[in-house]
């Protein structure tokens, strides 16, 4: 199978990410696949394991590195060139959207690269779709902790059930347009200024 | 009033102080703009994005939109520069032993060129391993500056000295880290090299090429065709803050603002500097450079055509490009006072008449015929005597080529 055959080499500093890529090209059949996190490695590995394709994040800021490192590298033998199709400008606009760059030796075939990209690029976005649902459940949890507390105050000092406790911060915060743990926030913050 | 939403790409360098004050003192709002400015991380995101059109306009490196323009970058298209970010900023500051062992073969420690050079060369000969200098992207005013100043003193780059490629925040870490040698940066990553990591400032730009262009405001040669009114707001709001960002009285707020958070996240002190030219210059020995960083003054916001054919000569000199009239026409090309005068014309600035000079032959101060003028202009000299006349262009290249 062709697709075994071919070389790539990953660079992300975020760990999580890289071998989520990294998974997903080995599953999709590719044995050969190194992943590095700094780029100061690169001249190592690319003696070592002659990638045809590189993918690389785009908030890494040693791209300008990794680039002059290319070309220079006439040592090596292996021009390099950013994607697989200077006209394939939908696929470009993709990737920098999601986040990634990618530099593949001259003269490859572009059906032979364009499912490594797409993966990447798919894997790309899934990962900040993830990272974004994390800090969302994240701050749910926050938000679920200061509203709890600010139930507790009113259930102590207005000697309410939490029921109505909670109907209170909610009427309160329907009445002033706010949201409700904005409410609860003052009111934290009104308990401590108080003091106990 | 309504504005339009124009898009720019910054680095975290002072001289973005023009696009930023643009934005913080109201004087892109004024034109009717509303300037929204994103920090990279790269040299290299600011060129894809500004080619992808995520960004309208961006900070560029003086020699980027020529690299593009000749097709020399990925995503490789016609981009042109019809404003300068100012002159200067760039200096080349060394490791504490490094500068120990320049010290030891005379080097002045008041920032000449030439006797720190020929320090240098002393060092390098002796050195039983090669030294390593970063610079912030390869087709860069600081490879350029950096890679005449050492050959100019007799040092020969990539033989004698080997050159790496950093991103300016990177560049102090790797000096205190011993993985190079020295760099070549703009501020406020020379004075941040002197704090943090020991480093010495040996010399700065503003003495290897006295009134020497470094940043400009690149954008496509088809999006400037497709939004003159745009492209001339623009350029009008760079010109007024430069303007205002060059009157003493309003440094301190200046410096406060670039310090801010979104862009050098420094602090006041530091990035102040640069703009007063009062360095600390490593170990605690402060040195007023005369215009360090000039962003109004000798017509510095101005894109002579002659500048843009100097860089592309050193594109040639370093074998990036082949020298031919069609590759010399491209990179001149790029560079439009045409559109800097047609915007400016209505404010009254004082308008160079040529699109060309020559520099490295006046060592004071002098006086540009200009429209509105006569305007008066920096001294220009190279630290070596070196001419440039852009009427003699391949004599000037064929110069070049003999390492001196």
Redesign the interface.
């Known amino acids: 199978m062709p697709n075994s055959a071919l070389s790539i080499l990953i660079i992300d500093e975020n760990r999580i990410r890289a071998s989520i890529i990294e998974s997903g090209l080995r599953e999709a059949g590719h044995e050969r696949v190194t992943v590095i996190h700094d780029v100061?490695e690169v001249a190592r590995t690319i003696q070592a394991s002659a990638p045809d394709v590189i993918v690389i994040d785009?908030?890494?800021?040693?791209?300008?590195?990794l680039?002059?490192?290319f070309?220079l590298s006439r040592a090596i033998q292996r021009p390099i060139?950013?994607?697989v199709d200077?006209s394939d400008g939908a696929m470009?606009?993709k990737a920098?959207e999601a986040g990634v760059?990618a530099y593949v030796v001259d003269g490859l075939k572009k059906e032979r690269v364009k499912p490594i990209l797409d993966m990447a690029i798919s894997r790309f976005n899934a990962f900040s779709r993830l990272t974004r649902e994390l800090e969302q459940a994240r701050s749910e949890l926050e938000d679920r902790k200061i509203i709890d507390q600010a139930k507790g105050i009113l259930m102590k000092t207005r000697g309410l059930s939490e029921a109505d406790a909670y109907s209170l911060l909610r009427s309160t915060a329907m009445n002033q347009n706010r949201r409700l743990v904005d409410i609860a926030q003052s009111l934290v913050t009104a308990a401590s200024l108080l003091g106990p | 009033m309504s504005t339009t939403q124009l898009t720019a790409g910054f680095l975290p360098l002072l001289d973005s102080v023009l696009l930023v004050l643009a934005r913080e003192k109201g004087f892109a709002e004024e034109e009717g703009l509303d300037l929204a400015l994103f920090r990279e991380?790269?040299?290299?995101?600011i060129r894809?994005?500004a080619a992808?059109g995520?960004f309208d306009i961006a900070q560029m490196l003086a020699p980027m939109p020529l690299a593009a323009s000749l097709g020399l970058t990925?995503?490789?298209m016609p981009m042109i520069a019809p404003v300068v970010l100012g002159l200067g900023n760039n200096a080349i500051t060394v490791s504490d032993a490094l500068w120990q062992a320049m010290a030891g073969q005379g080097a002045p420690g008041n920032l000449d060129p030439a006797l720190t050079g020929a320090a240098l060369a002393k060092v390098v000969k002796a050195s039983p391993r090669k030294l390593r200098f970063g610079v912030?992207?390869?087709t860069s005013s600081h490879n350029y500056e950096l890679r005449y100043w050492l050959s100019a003193s007799g040092i020969m780059p990539d033989r004698d000295i080997e050159i790496?490629?950093?991103?300016p925040?990177?560049l102090p870490d790797a000096l205190g880290s011993g993985?190079i040698d020295g760099y070549c940066v703009g501020e406020p990553w020379n004075s941040i090299g002197v704090d943090t990591k020991g480093g010495h400032i040996a010399t700065v730009k503003a003495l290897i090429w006295q009134s020497s262009p470094d940043k400009v405001l690149g954008m496509r040669a088809t999006w400037a065709e497709e939004h003159p009114d745009l492209v001339a707001a623009i350029i009008r709001a760079v010109y007024r803050a430069g303007l205002w960002c060059a009157d003493p009285a309003n440094h301190d707020e200046a410096a406060a603002i670039m310090a801010g958070t979104p862009y050098l996240n420094s602090s006041p002190e530091i990035v102040g500097r640069a703009l007063t030219g009062m360095l600390d210059i490593g170990a605690g020995v402060l040195q007023q450079v005369p215009d360090y960083y000039v962003p109004h003054a000798s017509a510095a916001n101005f894109p002579w055509k002659s500048h843009a054919m100097w860089y592309y000569a050193q594109m040639v000199r370093w074998g990036e490009v082949a020298a031919s009239p069609g590759n010399a026409d491209i990179a001149v090309a790029c560079f439009r006072p045409d559109l800097y005068r047609a915007a400016l014309a209505p404010l009254g600035a004082a308008l160079p008449l040529d699109d060309f000079k020559t520099d490295g032959t006046h060592a004071q101060p002098y006086d540009t015929p200009a429209e509105n003028g006569p305007l008066l202009m920096g001294a220009d000299r190279f630290f070596d005597g070196g001419v440039f006349d852009p009427a003699a262009l391949d004599d000037y290249i064929a110069s070049q080529s003999i390492v001196r």
């Open positions: 100061n785009l908030e890494n800021p040693q791209r300008d590195t680039e002059h490192f070309s060139a950013m994607f200077r470009i606009e920098v760059s | 991380t790269s040299w290299a995101n894809d994005r992808l995520h990925p995503l490789a912030v992207h390869q790496v490629v950093l991103p925040p990177l993985g």
